[in-house]
């Protein structure tokens, strides 16, 4: 299957990387947003040989390709450019959204797949796969169910995008700054069709409640990151909730905890004993609580070479373009497709 990766940014880069690995995929086309990258060999942009692919910022280049699957990994999605790739016959995979979007909020680009006789996919880890397909696949465990939860608990300082982290997370501004700021209203987007996906599945009420909640702790005394020092007062971690409430009851919790390391924090947040990880809960008869290890690096400067779960991120948007060629037109989310897998290592296959 032929495929054109859209942007090379962490995610992007990864997802090369992986395409080149995968026996069933072929890298045909690469989308790049600055004029410095384009004509450029994908290769040299990774920092490897060349790979007889050369990137382009020309997005009417781009939909002229013939290829059957795009990867869309941009920072900040763009529901047109979405729209012309699958009118354009590309299937789409994408990390950005459009996980389990609303009929309203997915029209368009189900009027599109209609057109182009396209599939559109969202899918990654977070939101993605922790905070809905791993809460519904270990429910399938359970009886009665009463409760899901997935969580993120991460240092952001191995998050090597410090413009954002910076800016739009605004990890070392004020308080204020924090809280008023886009971050919660960029994250909910994803994590919200998590919350919605969980309750449809699951059959709890729809009269549901959804809520949100954001809360930051400030440093205490200086602390060293990659985007600069964190001054005492300012913010050095961030946590971010969406719930799912019917009656009294929470039956649905999506989180991800953010830190600058465990030190110096006010409240005085921590990783606990157990450290970063993803975890996954069920509420049922038998209960099942799941911690998932190896989507962190195992330091700060490790993780500014290569993100674990950047790497993870990106694997799952690569494993899942057979099967989203494969299946019939229109928004498809992990409720409508086969069970994805990877595949062995070109050495042992």
Not at 54 to 81: F, I, N
Not at 181 to 203: E, I, N, T
Request: charged share 20%; hydrophobic share 45%.
């Amino acid at each position: 299957m032929r495929v054109i990766q859209w942007a090379t940014g962490g995610v992007g880069r990864a997802a090369i990387e992986t395409l080149l690995l995968h026996p069933d995929l072929e890298l045909v086309g690469c989308w790049v947003h600055s004029a410095d990258k384009h004509g450029r060999d994908v290769g040299e942009l990774l920092g490897r040989g060349p790979l007889g692919v050369r990137a382009t910022s020309s997005k009417e280049e781009v939909l002229a390709m013939d290829a059957d699957c795009v990867l869309y990994a941009p920072l900040v999605p763009d529901r047109d450019d979405v729209a012309a790739l699958l009118r354009s016959g590309k299937n789409v995979v994408t990390p950005v959204g459009w996980f389990y979007p609303s009929e309203r909020d997915g029209a368009p680009l189900a009027a599109a797949c209609e057109d182009g006789g396209t599939t559109l996919h969202g899918t990654g880890i977070n939101p993605g796969g922790i905070t809905e397909l791993h809460p519904l696949m270990f429910s399938a465990l359970s009886s009665a169910v009463t409760f899901v939860r997935g969580e993120e608990f991460s240092d952001i300082r191995t998050y090597d995008a410090p413009d954002v982290v910076r800016h739009i997370m605004m990890f070392g501004g004020l308080p204020e700054e924090a809280m008023g700021g886009p971050m919660l209203k960029l994250l909910s987007g994803g994590f919200r069709q998590s919350v919605r996906m969980c309750l449809d599945a699951l059959g709890f009420s729809a009269d549901a409640e959804l809520r949100t909640s954001q809360e930051v702790a400030v440093a205490t005394a200086p602390i060293d990151s990659p985007i600069g020092t964190i001054e005492p007062g300012r913010v050095a971690g961030q946590r971010f909730v969406w719930e799912a409430v019917v009656g009294d009851r929470v039956v649905v919790r999506v989180a991800v905890n953010w830190l600058m390391g465990e030190e110096h924090l006010d409240p005085p947040w921590s990783f606990g004993p157990e450290g970063e990880r993803f975890e996954v809960e069920v509420q049922g008869d038998p209960p099942a609580y799941v911690m998932i290890k190896g989507w962190q690096p195992d330091s700060v400067a490790a993780g500014l070479v290569r993100n674990p779960g950047v790497v993870a991120t990106a694997a799952h948007c690569v494993n899942s373009i057979p099967y989203v060629v494969a299946a019939p037109p229109g928004i498809r989310t992990y409720l409508d497709l086969p069970l994805v897998a990877g595949r062995a290592h070109p050495d042992l296959a």
